[in-house]
């Protein structure tokens, strides 16, 4: 394993190669600071990566390439320059054997729904804001402020639950408030009559960047720009334990190869999941954080993606499935994204999304059944003759989704003040933070991680609430606590 250089001194391990963690590296190189990643996996990109099967390339998920934050907009367009697509954003819910435009289109609604009860989901409205939850505690309580009860029944409490597997009452409204940004039922029912002009919220962009071979493709890339500049990319290395003293991390132990090796720096930037970085301590943290840290889950995820010997099966990026006759809970179509994800044009690849968690009937289903679950369902939903179907591929992805529950609320603040207490070392990205962000937040934590190290005082924790996000200004001067995709 390569080694950093002891005589430089500041010297930065980078645990993790997803967005946050190459970011740091990348500006870290930048600075002319001696970097290394180390990454568990053999590939780069984590939960951003891109897959490829037979030549069909596919996300884990879907990636979005949109930001507010203009620093991480001039980053995405260093590394990969001219080489993204313009994409038109179509995606539909699917519900009650009815396909529905999103973001809502009123005639559209109107069909599909019925006069009748359009009319009653305007008094559920008109009604939630007359007698509204008094304090928002959880998911449902704070969406149904907003968009009225019925309007929760049926478009957000079907798809939410089998993403989250609970109750939504037993999600925290503070997740909501992350991920439908400056949307509410008035905004959607503007935006369903008239076209939107400026300060869309970015939860109804109607297109976006994407890299031609995926979202891979940036991390891939920026892996080869930061092993340029002299910071090695350590794949298949596991970090096993963090030796530290007292408040200070003095090395990491790596298992690569069958070896384990120390790999010593003056800082550190974490972006594994909190949970297994906390765990992985030596000697362990107190009690009470051990216990605190066991309180944190996570939601886990598989894609079976489906080679269909069509050439055009529907027009979406994506379709959100709310119908709980099918498990299926998210349908990605990566043609539609970028044609260079096919190696056969006269062909598409489907990617069927099933939220589950390690362990359970869905993620221990053999994978030969999981590809015919997938292809039997996407017949069910009518998008294709199950005959047309020709082959298919699980892949199946752990720390998918990090969950807000009241667990996870009433231990956070134990969590983080502790990690907060270390003096050289950081917490970045999606699973460092414990934060369903994405991967433009990820990176920005991993920036202002760096110039902590040079000497200026963020709080990455904070990252990620909406008005900061509109308004971050990464300036060296700038006090900043800030705050694209599926």
């Known amino acids: 394993m390569r080694s950093l250089d002891s005589r430089s001194p500041l010297r930065v391990v980078v645990l993790g190669a997803g967005p946050a963690g190459l970011t740091a590296a990348y500006t870290l190189c930048k600075r002319g600071i001696p970097a290394m990643v180390l990454e568990k996996t053999s590939m780069v990109g984590g939960h951003a990566r891109t897959e490829e099967y037979k030549g069909y390339r596919f996300d884990i998920g879907g990636h979005r390439f949109f930001t507010k934050i203009e620093e991480v907009n001039e980053i995405w367009h260093e590394v990969l320059g001219d080489e993204f697509v313009r994409v038109p954003r179509l995606s539909r819910i699917y519900y009650s054997d009815t396909f529905f435009d999103y973001p809502l289109r009123i005639f559209n609604v109107l069909k599909g729904l019925g006069p009748v009860n359009s009319f009653l989901i305007l008094l559920s409205y008109l009604y939630a804001q007359v007698r509204p939850y008094p304090q928002e505690e959880n998911f449902e309580e704070w969406v149904s402020n907003r968009f009225g009860r019925r309007l929760f029944r049926i478009f957000f409490k079907t798809y939410t639950e089998k993403v989250w597997g609970i109750p939504c009452t037993e999600i925290r409204a503070e997740w909501a408030a992350q991920r439908i940004t400056n949307l509410t039922f008035a905004v959607a029912l503007k935006n369903a009559i008239f076209k939107p002009k400026e300060k869309i919220a970015k939860t109804l962009i109607e297109e976006f960047d994407y890299p031609q071979l995926g979202p891979g493709m940036m991390w891939e890339r920026m892996r080869d720009k930061v092993e340029a500049q002299g910071a090695p990319v350590e794949l298949n290395a596991e970090v096993i334990r963090l030796e530290r003293s007292d408040r200070r991390v003095d090395q990491v132990i790596v298992r690569c190869n069958g070896r384990e090796e120390a790999i010593s720096g003056t800082h550190f930037i974490s972006s594994i999941p909190i949970k297994e970085l906390i765990l992985r301590m030596d000697p362990p943290p107190p009690p009470p954080i051990l216990a605190a840290i066991q309180k944190f889950k996570y939601r886990d995820f598989l894609t079976v993606v489906?080679?269909?010997?069509?050439?055009?099966?529907?027009?979406?990026?994506?379709?959100?499935?709310?119908?709980?006759?099918?498990?299926?809970?998210?349908?990605?179509?990566?043609?539609?994204?970028?044609?260079?994800?096919?190696?056969?044009?006269?062909?598409?690849?489907?990617?069927?999304?099933?939220?589950?968690?390690?362990?359970?009937?869905?993620?221990?289903?053999?994978?030969?059944?999981?590809?015919?679950?997938?292809?039997?369902?996407?017949?069910?939903?009518?998008?294709?003759?199950?005959?047309?179907?020709?082959?298919?591929?699980?892949?199946?992805?752990?720390?998918?989704?990090?969950?807000?529950?009241?667990?996870?609320?009433?231990?956070?603040?134990?969590?983080?003040?502790?990690?907060?207490?270390?003096?050289?070392?950081?917490?970045?990205?999606?699973?460092?933070?414990?934060?369903?962000?994405?991967?433009?937040?990820?990176?920005?934590?991993?920036?202002?991680?760096?110039?902590?190290?040079?000497?200026?005082?963020?709080?990455?924790?904070?990252?990620?609430?909406?008005?900061?996000?509109?308004?971050?200004?990464?300036?060296?001067?700038?006090?900043?606590?800030?705050g694209a995709e599926l």
Request: include cysteine; aromatic fraction near 10%.
């Open 306 to 482: 489906l080679i269909v010997n069509q050439e055009r099966l529907f027009p979406d990026n994506w379709i959100y499935v709310h119908s709980p006759k099918v498990k299926v809970g998210r349908v990605q179509n990566f043609k539609n994204w970028s044609k260079a994800m096919v190696p056969d044009l006269r062909k598409t690849s489907v990617g069927m999304e099933y939220f589950c968690n390690v362990g359970d009937e869905l993620w221990t289903m053999a994978d030969e059944d999981l590809v015919e679950l997938a292809r039997q369902e996407l017949g069910a939903i009518g998008l294709t003759n199950t005959s047309d179907i020709e082959d298919g591929v699980v892949i199946r992805e752990p720390y998918a989704y990090p969950v807000y529950d009241a667990d996870y609320y009433d231990s956070r603040d134990a969590v983080q003040g502790y990690l907060k207490s270390f003096e050289n070392l950081q917490s970045v990205g999606r699973n460092g933070l414990h934060r369903y962000d994405n991967q433009d937040h990820a990176m920005i934590s991993a920036i202002l991680a760096v110039r902590n190290i040079l000497g200026e005082n963020h709080d990455v924790w904070s990252i990620n609430t909406e008005k900061q996000y509109h308004e971050v200004v990464l300036s060296s001067e700038a006090q900043v606590s800030a």
